[in-house]
Protein backbone atom coordinates (compact mmCIF):
# COMPACT_ATOMS: atom_id res chain seq x y z
CA UNK A 1 0.00 0.00 0.00
CA UNK A 2 1.19 3.48 -0.83
CA UNK A 3 1.77 5.54 1.85
CA UNK A 4 2.96 9.39 2.45
CA UNK A 5 3.32 10.42 6.57
CA UNK A 6 4.36 14.56 6.73
CA UNK A 7 5.89 15.33 9.84
CA UNK A 8 7.52 18.58 11.64
CA UNK A 9 5.01 21.41 11.46
CA UNK A 10 4.01 23.34 14.17
CA UNK A 11 4.21 26.46 15.76
CA UNK A 12 6.64 29.00 14.60
CA UNK A 13 6.90 32.99 15.34
CA UNK A 14 6.73 35.35 12.07
CA UNK A 15 10.48 35.02 10.43
CA UNK A 16 11.22 31.83 11.50
CA UNK A 17 12.34 28.44 9.89
CA UNK A 18 10.74 24.86 9.86
CA UNK A 19 11.93 22.02 8.08
CA UNK A 20 9.13 19.44 7.29
CA UNK A 21 9.64 15.87 6.31
CA UNK A 22 7.87 13.10 4.30
CA UNK A 23 8.40 9.57 4.73
CA UNK A 24 7.12 7.16 1.33
CA UNK A 25 6.53 4.03 1.19
CA UNK A 26 4.98 1.18 -0.71
CA UNK A 27 5.80 2.51 -4.07
CA UNK A 28 10.07 3.32 -5.57
CA UNK A 29 10.42 6.79 -4.58
CA UNK A 30 13.18 7.41 -6.81
CA UNK A 31 10.89 6.90 -9.61
CA UNK A 32 8.55 9.57 -8.79
CA UNK A 33 8.09 13.16 -9.13
CA UNK A 34 6.72 14.59 -5.62
CA UNK A 35 4.77 17.77 -4.40
CA UNK A 36 4.16 19.62 -2.06
CA UNK A 37 0.56 21.11 -1.41
CA UNK A 38 -1.14 23.63 1.28
CA UNK A 39 -4.48 24.69 2.08
CA UNK A 40 -5.00 27.73 5.09
CA UNK A 41 -7.76 26.93 7.25
CA UNK A 42 -10.91 27.49 5.86
CA UNK A 43 -9.15 27.81 2.58
CA UNK A 44 -8.73 26.15 -1.30
CA UNK A 45 -5.59 24.10 -2.40
CA UNK A 46 -2.20 25.75 -2.94
CA UNK A 47 0.23 24.66 -5.47
CA UNK A 48 3.58 25.26 -3.50
CA UNK A 49 6.58 23.19 -4.96
CA UNK A 50 7.51 20.09 -6.84
CA UNK A 51 11.01 18.47 -7.37
CA UNK A 52 11.87 15.70 -10.23
CA UNK A 53 12.29 12.23 -9.30
CA UNK A 54 16.50 12.61 -9.33
CA UNK A 55 16.19 16.04 -7.69
CA UNK A 56 17.33 17.69 -10.33
CA UNK A 57 14.83 20.09 -10.91
CA UNK A 58 12.83 22.44 -8.42
CA UNK A 59 9.53 24.28 -8.89
CA UNK A 60 7.67 26.87 -6.45
CA UNK A 61 5.01 28.95 -6.43
CA UNK A 62 5.63 32.64 -6.68
CA UNK A 63 4.20 32.89 -2.94
CA UNK A 64 6.88 31.08 -1.61
CA UNK A 65 9.82 31.57 -4.00
CA UNK A 66 13.14 32.59 -2.22
CA UNK A 67 11.62 31.38 1.41
CA UNK A 68 11.12 27.26 0.67
CA UNK A 69 12.97 24.91 -0.62
CA UNK A 70 12.12 21.47 -1.58
CA UNK A 71 14.71 18.54 -1.43
CA UNK A 72 14.88 15.41 -1.37
CA UNK A 73 17.14 11.96 0.09
CA UNK A 74 16.12 8.99 -2.06
CA UNK A 75 18.18 6.67 -0.05
CA UNK A 76 15.64 6.96 2.82
CA UNK A 77 12.67 7.89 0.30
CA UNK A 78 12.07 10.86 2.23
CA UNK A 79 10.94 14.31 1.30
CA UNK A 80 11.58 17.86 2.63
CA UNK A 81 10.29 21.09 2.55
CA UNK A 82 12.70 23.74 4.29
CA UNK A 83 10.71 27.23 5.15
CA UNK A 84 12.21 29.95 6.16
CA UNK A 85 10.98 33.68 6.50
CA UNK A 86 7.90 32.35 7.40
CA UNK A 87 4.98 34.57 7.51
CA UNK A 88 1.06 34.47 8.92
CA UNK A 89 0.12 33.65 5.68
CA UNK A 90 2.24 30.84 5.48
CA UNK A 91 -0.24 29.11 7.91
CA UNK A 92 -2.03 25.97 6.41
CA UNK A 93 -1.65 22.42 6.78
CA UNK A 94 1.08 21.03 3.95
CA UNK A 95 0.21 17.94 1.57
CA UNK A 96 2.62 16.05 0.70
CA UNK A 97 1.47 13.85 -2.68
CA UNK A 98 2.68 11.76 -5.33
CA UNK A 99 2.66 12.14 -8.73
CA UNK A 100 3.06 12.98 -12.52
CA UNK A 101 0.33 14.73 -13.81
CA UNK A 102 -2.07 14.01 -11.18
CA UNK A 103 -1.76 13.62 -7.53
CA UNK A 104 -2.79 10.53 -5.73
CA UNK A 105 -2.20 9.22 -2.95
CA UNK A 106 -2.18 12.17 -0.58
CA UNK A 107 -0.40 12.30 3.27
CA UNK A 108 -2.33 13.25 6.35
CA UNK A 109 -0.93 16.68 6.20
CA UNK A 110 0.75 18.76 8.89
CA UNK A 111 -0.07 21.95 10.36
CA UNK A 112 2.30 24.80 10.02
CA UNK A 113 0.74 27.77 12.52
CA UNK A 114 2.88 31.04 11.93
CA UNK A 115 1.98 33.23 15.09
CA UNK A 116 3.57 35.54 17.75
CA UNK B 1 -0.18 31.37 -11.79
CA UNK B 2 -4.03 32.29 -11.68
CA UNK B 3 -6.19 29.48 -10.19
CA UNK B 4 -8.51 28.03 -12.54
CA UNK B 5 -11.98 29.43 -12.00
CA UNK B 6 -14.78 27.16 -10.53
CA UNK B 7 -18.39 27.81 -9.24
CA UNK B 8 -18.40 28.36 -5.57
CA UNK B 9 -21.17 26.13 -5.11
CA UNK B 10 -23.33 23.50 -6.67
CA UNK B 11 -26.57 21.88 -5.38
CA UNK B 12 -28.54 18.92 -6.39
CA UNK B 13 -31.15 16.47 -5.20
CA UNK B 14 -30.58 12.56 -4.64
CA UNK B 15 -30.78 10.77 -7.47
CA UNK B 16 -30.04 13.70 -9.82
CA UNK B 17 -26.78 14.79 -12.00
CA UNK B 18 -24.58 17.85 -11.71
CA UNK B 19 -21.60 19.62 -13.50
CA UNK B 20 -18.91 21.26 -12.08
CA UNK B 21 -17.14 23.27 -14.65
CA UNK B 22 -13.20 24.70 -14.18
CA UNK B 23 -12.03 27.07 -16.48
CA UNK B 24 -8.48 28.13 -17.34
CA UNK B 25 -6.59 29.61 -20.22
CA UNK B 26 -5.11 27.72 -23.25
CA UNK B 27 -1.70 27.84 -21.19
CA UNK B 28 -3.39 25.52 -18.58
CA UNK B 29 -6.36 23.52 -19.35
CA UNK B 30 -6.88 24.16 -23.03
CA UNK B 31 -3.13 23.01 -23.69
CA UNK B 32 -3.09 20.11 -21.91
CA UNK B 33 -4.87 16.79 -21.01
CA UNK B 34 -3.64 16.82 -17.75
CA UNK B 35 -6.79 18.05 -15.74
CA UNK B 36 -7.71 16.29 -12.68
CA UNK B 37 -10.23 16.17 -9.89
CA UNK B 38 -10.20 15.78 -6.23
CA UNK B 39 -13.08 15.00 -3.56
CA UNK B 40 -12.14 16.92 0.20
CA UNK B 41 -14.64 16.12 2.36
CA UNK B 42 -14.55 17.97 5.73
CA UNK B 43 -11.05 17.45 7.71
CA UNK B 44 -9.57 14.94 5.58
CA UNK B 45 -7.58 14.81 2.84
CA UNK B 46 -8.54 15.15 -0.63
CA UNK B 47 -8.83 12.05 -3.11
CA UNK B 48 -8.30 11.49 -6.63
CA UNK B 49 -11.75 11.30 -8.46
CA UNK B 50 -10.70 12.05 -12.17
CA UNK B 51 -7.15 12.08 -13.78
CA UNK B 52 -5.88 12.89 -17.63
CA UNK B 53 -9.20 14.92 -18.37
CA UNK B 54 -11.54 11.72 -17.90
CA UNK B 55 -9.83 8.57 -16.40
CA UNK B 56 -11.45 7.14 -13.82
CA UNK B 57 -8.85 5.38 -10.61
CA UNK B 58 -9.49 2.08 -9.78
CA UNK B 59 -12.24 1.79 -6.52
CA UNK B 60 -14.24 5.54 -7.87
CA UNK B 61 -17.50 5.28 -8.50
CA UNK B 62 -18.29 5.52 -12.37
CA UNK B 63 -21.10 7.93 -11.18
CA UNK B 64 -17.86 10.38 -11.67
CA UNK B 65 -17.19 11.60 -15.02
CA UNK B 66 -14.83 13.77 -16.60
CA UNK B 67 -14.62 16.08 -19.82
CA UNK B 68 -12.71 18.93 -21.65
CA UNK B 69 -14.02 21.68 -24.07
CA UNK B 70 -11.65 24.11 -25.21
CA UNK B 71 -10.03 25.87 -21.57
CA UNK B 72 -13.30 24.47 -19.56
CA UNK B 73 -12.99 21.15 -17.87
CA UNK B 74 -16.21 19.95 -16.06
CA UNK B 75 -16.74 17.29 -13.31
CA UNK B 76 -20.06 15.46 -13.91
CA UNK B 77 -21.56 14.24 -10.68
CA UNK B 78 -24.25 11.51 -12.07
CA UNK B 79 -27.40 9.40 -9.49
CA UNK B 80 -25.72 12.11 -6.38
CA UNK B 81 -25.92 10.76 -3.01
CA UNK B 82 -25.72 12.01 0.12
CA UNK B 83 -22.25 10.82 0.43
CA UNK B 84 -21.07 12.83 -2.57
CA UNK B 85 -21.46 16.16 -0.68
CA UNK B 86 -17.66 17.41 0.09
CA UNK B 87 -15.69 19.99 -1.43
CA UNK B 88 -14.75 19.46 -5.23
CA UNK B 89 -11.10 21.15 -6.69
CA UNK B 90 -9.64 20.69 -10.25
CA UNK B 91 -6.17 20.47 -10.90
CA UNK B 92 -4.66 21.28 -14.35
CA UNK B 93 -0.79 21.07 -15.97
CA UNK B 94 0.47 24.74 -16.81
CA UNK B 95 3.20 26.12 -19.13
CA UNK B 96 4.07 28.45 -16.35
CA UNK B 97 6.09 27.87 -13.38
CA UNK B 98 5.01 26.15 -10.77
CA UNK B 99 4.12 24.02 -13.16
CA UNK B 100 0.54 22.75 -11.49
CA UNK B 101 -2.23 25.03 -10.75
CA UNK B 102 -5.60 24.12 -8.42
CA UNK B 103 -8.92 25.31 -9.09
CA UNK B 104 -11.03 27.41 -6.66
CA UNK B 105 -13.07 24.78 -5.59
CA UNK B 106 -16.57 24.04 -5.20
CA UNK B 107 -19.46 23.11 -2.57
CA UNK B 108 -21.10 20.19 -3.39
CA UNK B 109 -24.91 19.86 -1.32
CA UNK B 110 -27.00 17.25 -1.72
CA UNK B 111 -30.47 18.76 -0.82
Known amino acids: EVQLVESGGGLVQPGGSLRLSCSAS????????MHWVRQAPGKGLEYVSA????????YYADSVKGRFTISRDNSKNTLYLQMSSLRAEDTAVYYC?????????WGQGTLVTVSS | QSALTQPASVSGSPGQSITISCTGT?????????VSWYQQHPGKAPKLMIY???NRPSGVSNRFSGSKSGNTASLTISGLQAEDEADYYC???????????FGTGTKVTVL
Open chain 1, 97 to 105: VKGSSWFDP
Open chain 1, 26 to 33: GFTFSSYA
Open chain 1, 51 to 58: ISSNGGST
Open chain 2, 26 to 34: SSDVGGYNY
Open chain 2, 52 to 54: DVS
Open chain 2, 91 to 101: SSYTSSSPLYV
